[in-house]
T-cell receptor, first 114, second 113 residues
């Protein structure tokens, strides 16, 4: 079955790097995503990676994918207090040209201390 | 414009009321979604509309009734809800059947009294 696991909490100091980890069980996952949710708000798509890629970098964000271990990570460089939020890892599968449903992890609450 | 808007932001309703949640996008997306999110939980998919037709209903009770009047609008009609239906209701949209990116609205915080 499909399952996406994340640690629930992460606390870092402002200026440090944050690394949020995620594991998934379905080897047929084709796309893996990171969403950010600030308190009382909707989900913001931060970045996504196709399963044939190892790494994707976008400004302060670096996504690493280890397909063999089914492990995904999101690194935020120079973490700021505005990065405090819940970060959801999610996956979808490719069903013959259509994307499957988003399967979310439980979310990691990132707290950034000044 | 990558915005999905939802109204109202907050809604309090009694168990006998009928109300509607509205969602709008002007990105030309042809797939639209309703999710329910309880506190400290990830979003759970409720419905998917693709090209204005209901394509997925995740066994949602009939007291929730979706409607897609046109490609830009998505409604969720609520009737005879229960207190356990209190949650954040999120709308999302994506470009079409090969859609890697879902854009979410800010949500409607629903409280059923």
């Amino acid at each position: 079955g499909e399952d996406v696991e994340q640690s629930l909490f992460l606390s870092v100091r402002e200026g440090d790097s944050s690394v949020i980890n995620c594991t998934y069980t379905d080897s047929s996952s084709t796309y893996l995503y990171w969403y950010k949710q600030e308190p009382g708000a909707g989900l913001q798509l931060l970045t996504y990676i196709f399963s044939n890629m190892d790494m994707k970098q976008d400004q302060r964000l670096t996504v690493l994918l280890n397909k063999k271990d089914k492990h995904l990570s999101l690194r935020i460089a120079d973490t700021q207090t505005g990065d405090s939020a819940i970060y959801f890892c999610a996956e979808t599968q490719d069903y013959g040209g259509s994307q499957g449903n988003l399967i979310f992890g439980k979310g990691t609450k990132l707290s950034v201390k000044p | 414009d990558t915005e999905v808007t939802q109204t109202p932001k907050h809604l309090v309703m009694g168990m006998t009321n009928k109300k509607s949640l509205k969602c709008e996008q002007h990105m030309g997306h042809r797939a639209m979604y309703w999710y329910k999110q309880k506190a400290k939980k990830p979003p759970e998919l409720m419905f998917v509309y693709s090209y204005e037709k209901l394509s997925i209903n995740e066994s949602v009770p009939s007291r929730f009734s979706p409607e897609c009047p046109n490609s830009s609008l998505l409604n969720l009609h609520l009737h005879a809800l229960q207190p356990e239906d209190s949650a954040l209701y999120l709308c999302a949209s994506s470009q079409g059947t090969r859609s890697y990116e879902q854009y979410f609205g800010p949500g409607t915080r629903l409280t059923v009294t």
